[in-house]
């Protein structure tokens, strides 16, 4: 597998120096492996780490910045950071007002971040995780103990980064996220593996006829293997899975999102059998993203995450941001 890297002991490293190069409005400590807004914590504003390892960019250190996340900490590739890099970001943005611990619902990640909480609160910082649990492909799978969290992850940074903006306490901050975490649910397929730089080679097979339904982010197996069909029938796969856990009536939140190798014309076309399917079941497409938002690395294909709005999570979201991956409003 053709790699554009250096070596892939650096890999990771040598990124976090390119973001830093490319966005001087973060401030990137390489050494410790963490990326914070530049100036400092905001003096009584709730402060928003998340992470997870690297190869899912724009995720997490796409979204820091103004009306998401205040700090974002990247493990090795599909490897969770470890404690002390989330304390570092903990502290970092701790403006007095609290930290909100946005966590994906992956084993590793989840012990992490725990371990990262109680060392922050025998600091005196009062810190809140709120796991994402959005995917309804598998119950539980390689990383995970119930499933796991991919899409929404983007929904409840920008949801809650908009309301913690705004000057609200970490409680309804927190609470904010947790309801935008049970208004979603997502679902992914898979045309290829991918390859960690480490390994050298797919992390699995797949025929050249076959797509993988149900993927997770790190290659993990989906619910079935499956002859690959048109874009109509796996969107309809993927709403199906959705559609039998959560309503889709109503007014929207959709993202097509590529896992890293997907064209853009075959996403577009892909958010129009997701558009022409859910309002064919009664419901209203009224916001979407439709690109790379949450990869895995060069994996071709697509995940669907959707969300039922209500006006306040509306207005949430069409919030000021400003990040390197995600830009309105200002």
């Known amino acids: 597998m053709k790699k554009l890297i250096n070596s892939p002991e650096t890999v990771v490293t040598e990124a976090l120096e390119g973001v830093a190069a490319a966005h001087p409005a973060l401030f990137v400590d390489v050494e410790n492996k963490v990326i914070t807004r530049a100036g400092g914590p905001t003096p009584g504003k709730v402060g928003l780490v998340s992470g997870g390892g690297s190869g899912h960019e724009p995720l997490h250190g796409g979204f820091v910045g103004y009306g998401m996340l205040d700090a974002a900490c990247p493990g090795e590739v599909f490897t969770s950071p470890v404690p002390d890099q989330m304390l570092v970001a903990t502290q970092a943005v701790n403006g007095g ?178 558009r022409k399917y859910l309002e064919g079941h009664g419901g209203h497409v009224v916001r979407n993203l439709v690109g790379n938002y949450i990869t895995s690395l060069e994996m071709q294909g697509f995940s669907v995450t959707v969300c039922q709005l209500s006006d306040t999570l509306t207005a949430l979201w069409d919030a000021p941001v400003d990040t390197p991956a995600l830009r309105w409003g200002r």
């Open 97 to 274: 007002a609290g930290v909100l611990h946005v966590v994906k619902n992956y084993t590793g990640d989840v012990l992490n971040f725990q371990m990262a909480a109680e060392m922050a609160g025998d600091e005196g910082i009062e810190v809140v995780p709120v796991v994402i649990n959005d995917d309804v492909a598998v119950e539980d799978s390689l990383y995970t103990a119930g499933r796991r969290g991919t899409g929404a992850t983007v929904f409840v940074e920008k949801i809650a980064g908009a309301l913690a903006e705004q000057g609200a306490d970490l409680g309804a901050v927190a609470a904010v996220a947790r309801e935008v975490n049970e208004r979603s649910r997502s679902f992914g397929v898979a045309l290829s593996s991918c390859a960690v730089p480490a390994a050298g080679k797919p992390t699995f097979e797949l025929g050249e006829a076959e797509a993988e339904l149900g993927i997770g982010i790190h290659g993990e197996p989906g619910r079935t293997r499956a002859a690959l069909t048109p874009a109509r029938e796996l969107a309809a796969v993927a709403l199906d899975a959705i559609r039998a856990d959560l309503p889709v009536g109503g007014n929207l939140l959709v993202m097509v999102n590529g896992m890293g190798g997907t064209p853009l014309i075959e996403l577009y076309l892909m958010f129009n059998e997701v």
